[in-house]
């Protein structure tokens, strides 16, 4: 059993109304849990205090915030989380942390463990904004569709991210799954004109008769290409 009354005490005014940022941004019923972060984690920062995460708790316990005050802010909270530098960009920091990962990991860097896309990050700070308000009765003339939520059927559903999930030309980067040799055209590989590559399923270990594997070199070829499509758009956003 704890007194709240006297935690309330030991923590202060201030610190006890930005137990309301730390509980919707690390993920409560309406807002998502960031992955491998731990509410603890938050909460140790805000009484260090973190001089960004005291300023941020301030502004998203705070009435009449603008769209991209939250918006920049949460963006910053998620840079500090992360382990990133105060100014860093959250697209700056996924590159560096994927570089990191790519280089030393012995199996496939699972996408969950980086920081979120500056398009998650949005809707996820507008929504936990959005909630704090609710629980501090601010929120009378605050539509939800501004922050965060979208109406489908009379149904409130959370916006997850208004970006597709890679660039196209990633998206369109072929492999098969095939049992029967990659013989005809119902193998995606050869009717798209792409050789097999150890992406591919069955056929690299039993017999492929893909004609477009034309060089054992063209595996590598095509996934350096892979490599670089990924890398290009961030790296014009660090020039």
């Not at 098969?176 to 990659?182: R, Y």
């Not at 050869?190 to 034309?214: H, I, V």
């Amino acid at each position: 059993m704890y007194d709240i009354r006297c935690l309330k005490e030991l923590l202060g005014r201030e610190v006890s109304t930005e137990l309301l940022f730390v509980h919707a941004f690390t993920g409560c019923d309406s807002t998502s849990r960031i992955y491998g972060i731990a509410k603890k984690t938050l909460f140790q920062k805000l009484i260090k205090p973190d001089s960004l995460i005291r300023a941020s708790a301030v502004i998203f316990t705070t009435v009449d915030q603008d769209v991209s005050t939250i918006i920049d802010s949460g963006s910053q909270v998620f840079v500090s989380l992360f382990g990133g530098k105060a100014g860093t960009s959250l697209t700056n920091l996924r590159n560096t942390l994927l570089a990191k990962k790519v280089s030393s990991a012995k199996s496939f860097v699972k996408p969950e463990k980086l920081p979120p896309t500056v398009s998650t990050a949005k809707f996820h700070s507008q929504r936990s904004f959005y909630q704090i308000m609710v629980w501090m009765k601010k929120d009378g003339n605050m539509d939800p569709k501004d922050w965060g939520w979208k109406r489908e059927d009379d149904i409130l559903l959370p916006v997850m991210t208004d970006q597709k999930p890679a660039p196209d030309r990633l998206l369109k980067v072929i492999h098969c799954n095939c049992t029967t040799g990659c013989c005809n055209t119902r193998c995606s590989c050869r009717k798209f004109g792409f050789p097999c590559t150890s992406a591919c399923g069955p056929c690299q270990t039993e017999s492929c008769y893909n004609p477009y594997n034309l060089q054992q070199t063209f595996s590598l070829m095509r996934m350096m290409i892979t490599f670089l499509l990924w890398f290009e758009p961030l790296d014009r956003q660090t020039t």
